[in-house]
């Protein structure tokens, strides 16, 4: 009744001249509800509300008629719409009557639309709880004689193990990423493998830990596992027993370069305006040019890790006494041929530069924060900074579209998840 009030008095206002056209709570409500539901549209008329299938308006039924999920969709959306200003607004167990796909771009969708409000949920989805960033997570582990026993999650931690063991169950694959839930990676991965549970962990070394111990403890949970971490100049090797133990590689240095590849360059260009094949190879040249002004130093760099690794093998020795073991150790650091790594990544390196490989140029180009200021592609599409540039790349993830869809894609093939 108030959405229809507010629909008819604007109208009102609209016809008498008063306001412009107006955008009113009805037609917001529908805009989402048509939205997470792309299959349906909603018809308005002199106070009431019908659903069809898209592109079967002959099909039409009332909305007594639809489904638990259509309504809640409708109702929850009108809800949040209508609340007043600054509220907060508490939603129990938002997982109830919505399918599963559709329960996390949903509640994006209202978020974004009252910015003014702050949500409180209750639930018993924690795939739906952790997918909620910037947001304080509380683990409600009991009641009892009128006292809560709860937890305040610190996101820099894992998720207590006890919580997996309560909540989670049976439930979709998990994805085990670096860093936290405000890294790059993790809000690109986030629109990339929506059908998975994402959890930042911290360093590398960490992904790799948890993937195994969920591994070896699959016959108990019946969980798939994964994990994605940054090339961070791993040789092939490296990058084939990694995904041996699901653990997946970018083939880009690090997750910012990312934001580098091709299609996502022309898919914003394309968004603000811009001659997407212009401002791709503008950023192309700009990044060549300044590879080439940093080559030097990125041969060392590579050069310093290859030896580290190298040097690192040293304590696997088999032997089993000390004398053994010291023989082991110096046969393996005489085979060490350091003239002939450092040659081998120079002539890899100054290859790529002459073929111009601009691929190849992201893959072994590791310099945190400085190809996308040097690439100039914030200045070639009209956006102001780095952090603006992934909020469209975000933005136009977010879309369900084809756009979004040609950005997955790209996204998903510089992940290596079945090296050889």
Excluded at 58 to 86: Q, W
Excluded at 120 to 134: C, G
Excluded at 148 to 162: A, T, V
Aim: with cysteine; aromatic share 10%.
């Amino acid at each position: 009744m108030l959405l229809h009030t507010e629909e008819y008095e604007e109208s009102l206002n609209f016809k008498e001249g008063r306001i412009e056209k107006p955008t009113t709570k009805l037609d917001r409500v529908q805009k989402i509800w048509e939205t997470v539901l792309p299959h349906r549209k909603l018809r308005k008329s002199a106070g009431v509300i019908q659903a069809y299938p898209s592109g079967q308006e002959a099909s039409k039924y009332n909305a007594s008629e639809m489904s638990d999920g259509e309504r809640i969709i409708f109702y929850l959306a009108g809800e949040v719409i209508c609340a007043p200003a600054n509220s907060i607004i508490i939603i129990d167990e938002p997982e109830m009557h919505i399918h599963s796909s559709l329960i996390k771009p949903f509640f994006d969708l209202i978020e974004a639309e009252r910015p003014d409000c702050a949500f409180v949920y209750l639930t018993h989805n924690i795939d739906f709880a952790f997918t909620r960033q910037n947001a304080k997570k509380i683990w409600a582990k009991s009641y009892e004689n009128n006292v809560w026993d709860y937890e305040i999650l610190d996101e820099n931690l894992p998720i207590p193990e006890q919580l997996y063991l309560d909540v989670l169950g049976s439930r979709k694959p998990i994805i085990f990423l670096e860093g936290d839930n405000s890294s790059i990676d993790y809000e690109l991965y986030e629109q990339v493998y929506n059908d998975n549970t994402l959890k930042p962990v911290g360093s590398c070394d960490k992904v790799v830990q948890v993937v195994k111990a969920f591994r070896d403890q699959q016959g108990f949970h019946h969980i798939e596992s994964f994990g994605i971490i940054d090339r961070d100049r791993r040789q092939q090797a490296d990058i084939i027993s990694l995904n041996r133990n699901g653990v997946w590689v970018l083939d880009v240095a690090e997750a910012e370069n990312l934001l580098l590849i091709e299609p996502i360059v022309k898919e914003v260009a394309r968004h603000m305006g811009r001659d997407l094949n212009d401002v791709f190879n503008q950023v192309r040249q700009n990044i060549i040019t300044f590879f080439a002004s940093q080559i030097d130093n990125q041969i060392l760099l590579h050069y310093k890790e290859m030896l580290r690794r190298e040097y690192l093998a040293l304590s696997n020795f088999t032997s089993q006494d000390i004398a053994s073991a010291l023989v082991e150790i110096d046969l393996t650091f005489g085979g060490i041929d350091k003239q002939a790594i450092y040659t081998q990544i120079d002539t890899e390196f100054k290859d790529i530069l002459i073929r111009q490989d601009y691929d190849a140029i992201l893959r072994v180009f590791n310099l945190k924060n400085a190809l996308i200021p040097n690439s100039k592609v914030c200045e070639l599409t009209g956006i102001r900074n780095k952090l603006d540039f992934k909020n469209i790349v975000v933005t136009l993830l977010k879309q369900k579209n084809e756009v979004s869809k040609t950005i997955k894609v790209a996204i998903d093939s510089k992940i290596i998840k079945n090296a050889t």
